[in-house]
């Protein structure tokens, strides 16, 4: 099994930006479908940017329609991490992000199904960003 951690939250003005990190243990996550989520109070969890498993011809990105184009995903397949880079944040972006993963060999978690949550099986304890003047 594939343990996840997250670091990298905390306060942060409007306009600010914030790298989180997703450590993972036990697996190597070229075979993995990764995603990004936030859960904000009184609001359901929300898909923000996945990354597919490593195929033979790419590897794939998706990323929610209110973080596209201030927000990055990216990963460090030496590392065995996956990184969230968040510019330009908005009061709105204030949440709990998760990192979470799945298995996936074949490359078959690609488009919105990154972002959607009943996708995953394996999920990090949550880190927190405040967004805040």
């Known amino acids: 099994q594939v343990q996840l951690v997250e670091s990298g939250g905390g306060l942060v003005q409007p306009g600010g930006s914030l790298r989180l990190a997703c450590v993972a243990s036990?697996?190597?996550?070229?075979?993995?479908?990764v995603g990004w989520f936030r859960q904000a109070p009184g609001k359901e969890r929300e898909g923000v940017s996945g990354?597919?498993?490593?195929?033979?011809?790419?590897?794939?990105?998706f990323d929610a329609e209110s973080v596209k184009g201030r927000f990055t995903i990216s990963k460090d397949r030496a590392e065995n991490k996956v990184y969230l880079q968040m510019n330009s944040l908005k009061p709105e972006d204030a949440a709990v992000y998760y990192c979470s993963a799945r298995r996936d060999p074949h490359q078959a978690v690609v488009g919105d199904a990154l972002v959607a949550p009943a996708q995953y099986d394996t999920w990090g304890q949550g880190t927190l960003v405040t967004v805040s003047s």
């Open positions: 036990g697996r190597m996550l070229d075979h993995y479908a």
């Open positions: 990354i597919s498993a490593f195929g033979v011809g790419a590897e794939w990105t």
